[in-house]
Structures are given as structure tokens and as C-alpha cells.
């Protein structure tokens, strides 16, 4: 089995505007729902090792979409911020659709998350960047 090469997608650059990130994708694929709040988190001691989290939502008492600063960095790739606040706002769209004793990333949440058009490249991009998360 050959090995393929490494994903290079377009890095973020400079710092991130998330209010100007979270209302494009918003406004592509859930403009439908209300728009939650968006804001960074705080730096925090390390999670376990290999556990990184990128962003929390939480539905009340306002929706908050909380961006771990870890992702500020000019060397994360935009497609890979889309896809976090995209997953965001998927748990978003669940709380404003319940459905009974549906589990939070279930059969309906990861088939909204697999619509997202660089689902692929974002996930081997995640999978690649992941000791630079952790070192």
C-alpha cells in the first residue's frame, strides 16, 4: 500500500475573525435556525493525552459556540476552521430539532456533519495535524 502525500490546504494566516467565519457558514448551511453566539475559549491545562478539543456548543441559556484558542494559529488550515464551527453548528441544528433518546453525535448528526463539502479533506487534514495539536 502506497502512501499519500500530505494534505496541503490553505493556512488560516493571520488571527481569526470568528464572528465573520461562524455567519459565512451560517448563513450557507443554517440560515434556516437562529445564530448562536460565538466567542474563544479559555487556555486550559492539557486534556489526556491523544484528546484534543476544538470547540463546545452549548444551547442555553443562550446557543454559545465556545473556539478552543488553540485554533488561532496561522498555520490551521481555514477548510479545517469551516469544518469545526460547521460541526458546531450541527449540534445546533440537533438542539433545535430533538429527538427522543437520540445520541448527541448519532446516526442524523453524522449524516448532517458528512454533508459538509470538505468533510473528506478536513477529517485527513484533523488527522494528519494531530501531534501538533498534542505536542
Known amino acids: 500500500r502506497t502512501q499519500r502525500p500530505s494534505l496541503v490546504l490553505e ?3 493571520g488571527p481569526l475573525d470568528l464572528k465573520s467565519h461562524l455567519d459565512r457558514i451560517h448563513g450557507q448551511y443554517f440560515s434556516d435556525l437562529p445564530r448562536p453566539d460565538i466567542t474563544w475559549g479559555r487556555s486550559r491545562t492539557r486534556l489526556p493525552r491523544r ?5 463546545t ?3 442555553r441559556p443562550r446557543p454559545l459556540v465556545t473556539v478552543s ?4 494559529q496561522p498555520w490551521i ?3 479545517f476552521i469551516d ?13 433545535n430539532a430533538p ?3 437520540e445520541r448527541v453525535h448519532g446516526k442524523r448528526f ?11 479533506q478536513a477529517t485527513r487534514w484533523e488527522r494528519e495535524n494531530l501531534d501538533r495539536f498534542l505536542g
Do not use: I, K, N, S
Open 110 to 120: 453524522r449524516t448532517w456533519e458528512r454533508r459538509f463539502p470538505g468533510f473528506d
Open 77 to 79: 488550515a481555514r477548510l
Open 99 to 101: 429527538m427522543r433518546g
Open 69 to 72: 484558542p488553540r485554533l488561532d
Open 57 to 59: 456548543y452549548r444551547p
Open 83 to 95: 469544518f469545526v464551527l460547521y460541526h458546531e453548528l450541527c449540534h445546533h441544528a440537533q438542539a
Open 11 to 13: 493556512p488560516l494566516g
Open 51 to 55: 484528546q484534543v478539543r476544538f470547540a
